[in-house]
């Protein structure tokens, strides 16, 4: 699935007259956004808007935390705004009208502003086949003349599920938004490695640790869940969220495996398949000993519905990517044959 790209070259004379007509409308705009008549509303908007088409940056996106379905949506966000204090810097995302909030399945709540309204936007849910490709499935909101969304979505902390694409003649731009699972912070950059101007308030943002207890967090209750913040740990290299794709179960079926080491030799394991709920079990880790070529030797104790699983497995971590070889004890990989397989950093 192309998430973004450029179809065709306009001519030369055409591609001047665009530039021209789009430089005469941003300079509409900031003549707008210097403008003392403007409300309080209007003018945070726009200021927004100039400092993302300073940084030459198409979308602007904020996470303003969790909402659930026990009241309404709106009020929810209300809530979070007021929490997290964008009354002031922000006060243009209390008046998003009731037309643009999109509630899809899934808790966490972002705010996305496009650069200005010469784009088309567009807001598309997906799933994830069997072979982990993602097939769009519903589109959830469009229109010719972009304006700020208030967007609830995700099911899943190792899953996104909703693409947005901002379009201005033959310009493409999409984005995915979602947490970063290192420390919690918007994942701020598209599938192109373009990046996305983050306006999320943080000090004012509550994002909980990881449960240090060895309950499992992360697994889809709001309460239990928490992005682990950047830990210590006996091998700084280790720590964090790392998951596998590519692995197929005995069927046949691709299989998502996840792991997350943390601070207190917290360990986590989660196998499924993309877009779907996933298993998750936690426990503890230690590091052993080295083994042969540098690789590690990790011994893991995981509790689990059928009781404890443990054994070692042997591991090299080298620049965001984590080989993972079956030692003794139980197989670290269940429901597949595989006994050595590459993790990415998440």
């Given at each position: 699935?192309a998430?973004?790209?450029?179809?065709?070259?306009?001519?030369?004379?055409?591609?001047?007259?665009?530039?021209?007509?789009?430089?005469?409308?941003?300079?509409?705009?900031?003549?707008?956004?210097?403008?003392?008549?403007?409300?309080?509303?209007?003018?945070?908007?726009?200021?927004?808007?100039?400092?993302?088409?300073?940084?030459?940056?198409?979308?602007?996106?904020?996470?303003?935390?969790?909402?659930?379905?026990?009241?309404?949506?709106?009020?929810?966000?209300?809530?979070?705004?007021?929490?997290?204090?964008?009354e002031?810097?922000?006060?243009?995302?209390?008046?998003?009208?009731?037309?643009?909030?999109?509630?899809?399945?899934?808790?966490?709540?972002?705010?996305?502003?496009?650069?200005?309204?010469?784009?088309?936007?567009?807001?598309?849910s997906?799933?994830?086949?069997?072979?982990?490709?993602?097939?769009?499935?519903?589109?959830?909101?469009?229109?010719?003349?972009?304006?700020p969304?208030?967007?609830?979505?995700?099911?899943?902390?190792?899953?996104?599920?909703?693409?947005?694409?901002?379009?201005?003649?033959?310009?493409?731009?999409?984005?995915?938004?979602?947490?970063?699972?290192?420390?919690?912070?918007?994942?701020?950059?598209?599938?192109?490695?373009?990046?996305?101007?983050?306006?999320?308030?943080?000090?004012?943002?509550?994002?909980?640790?990881?449960?240090?207890?060895?309950?499992?967090?992360?697994?889809?209750d709001?309460?239990?869940?928490?992005?682990?913040?950047?830990?210590?740990?006996?091998?700084?290299?280790?720590?964090?969220?790392?998951?596998?794709?590519?692995?197929?179960?005995?069927?046949g079926?691709?299989?998502?495996?996840?792991?997350?080491?943390?601070?207190?030799?917290?360990?986590?394991?989660?196998?499924?398949?993309?877009?779907?709920?996933?298993e998750?079990?936690?426990?503890?880790?230690e590091?052993?000993?080295?083994?042969?070529?540098g690789e590690?030797?990790?011994?893991y104790?995981?509790?689990?519905?059928?009781?404890?699983?443990?054994?070692?497995?042997?591991?090299?971590?080298?620049?965001?990517?984590?080989?993972?070889?079956?030692?003794?004890?139980?197989?670290?990989?269940?429901?597949?044959?595989?006994?050595?397989?590459w993790?990415?950093?998440?």
């Open positions: 699935m998430f973004s790209g450029c179809n065709g070259k306009p001519k030369k004379q055409e591609r001047k007259r665009e530039n021209r007509q789009e430089s005469q409308q941003e300079k509409k705009e900031t003549v707008k956004a210097d403008n003392k008549d403007l409300s309080k509303s209007e003018q945070s908007l726009q200021n927004l808007q100039k400092n993302l088409r300073r940084s030459r940056m198409p979308m602007a996106a904020a996470y303003l935390g969790y909402a659930d379905d026990n009241s309404p949506f709106r009020d929810q966000v209300r809530t979070l705004l007021k929490n997290g204090k964008y002031e810097q922000y006060s243009f995302l209390a008046d998003v009208p009731k037309e643009n909030y999109i509630s899809y399945n899934g808790e966490e709540v972002y705010a996305i502003v496009p650069q200005s309204t010469q784009y088309a936007m567009k807001v598309e997906f799933d994830w086949d069997e072979n982990a490709n993602a097939m769009v499935r519903d589109t959830l909101y469009i229109s010719q003349k972009a304006a969304v208030i967007l609830k979505c995700n099911l899943s902390e190792l899953s996104y599920n909703v693409v947005i694409t901002l379009t201005k003649g033959t310009e493409t731009f999409s984005y995915s938004p979602s947490l970063s699972l290192m420390d919690g912070a918007l994942y701020a950059y598209n599938l192109d490695g373009m990046e996305i101007y983050d306006f999320t308030l943080y000090d004012n943002l509550e994002i909980p640790v990881w449960n240090e207890g060895g309950e499992c967090g992360g697994c889809g709001p309460e239990g869940y928490g992005a682990p913040l950047e830990a210590a740990g006996e091998e700084p290299g280790l720590i964090g969220q790392w998951i596998s794709t590519e692995l197929k179960n005995q069927s079926q691709n299989i998502t495996y996840g792991m997350y080491f943390g601070d207190y030799q917290y360990f986590e394991f989660q196998y499924g398949q993309m877009g779907h709920d996933l998750c079990w936690s426990g503890t880790f590091v052993t000993d080295q083994f042969r070529n590690l030797v990790v011994h104790v995981l509790y689990t519905p059928d009781g404890t699983r443990e054994g070692e497995f042997y591991t090299m971590v080298n620049y965001g990517e984590m080989l993972v070889t079956e030692g003794s004890g139980d197989a670290i990989f269940p429901f597949t044959d595989a006994s050595t397989e993790f990415y950093s998440y």
